[in-house]
């Protein structure tokens, strides 16, 4: 079974991400903490993707879930 995601927004997320810190992108789209994930996808073949910053600075997060450089933005909210 392969789930579509939902669209949270055709749009990216800024994000102001700190050097060295974890963060987990929601891969569902049914997260209320967009873009990161808060555990909605439980029950799905969704589990959040693992991104970790190497440097501190604004980095734009996929909104659509169908970016194929998850979890950042790859401009696919445009053939939406």
């Known amino acids: ?3 579509t995601p ?5 749009a990216p997320f800024p994000v102001e991400v700190e050097e ?3 963060y ?7 997260s209320a903490k967009q873009p ?3 555990g ?3 029950g799905s073949d969704f589990a959040p993707v693992k ?3 190497e440097v ?3 980095m734009f997060f996929c909104g659509c879930k169908h970016s194929a450089k998850q979890p950042l933005c790859d401009g696919s909210h445009s053939k939406l």
């Open 1 to 3: 079974m392969t789930d």
């Open 6 to 10: 939902e669209i949270a927004q055709k």
């Open 20 to 22: 060295g810190k974890t």
């Open 24 to 30: 987990f992108w929601c891969a569902c789209g049914k």
């Open 36 to 38: 990161f994930c808060d």
């Open 40 to 42: 909605s996808h439980k």
């Open 51 to 53: 991104y970790t910053a």
């Open 56 to 58: 501190s600075k604004k």
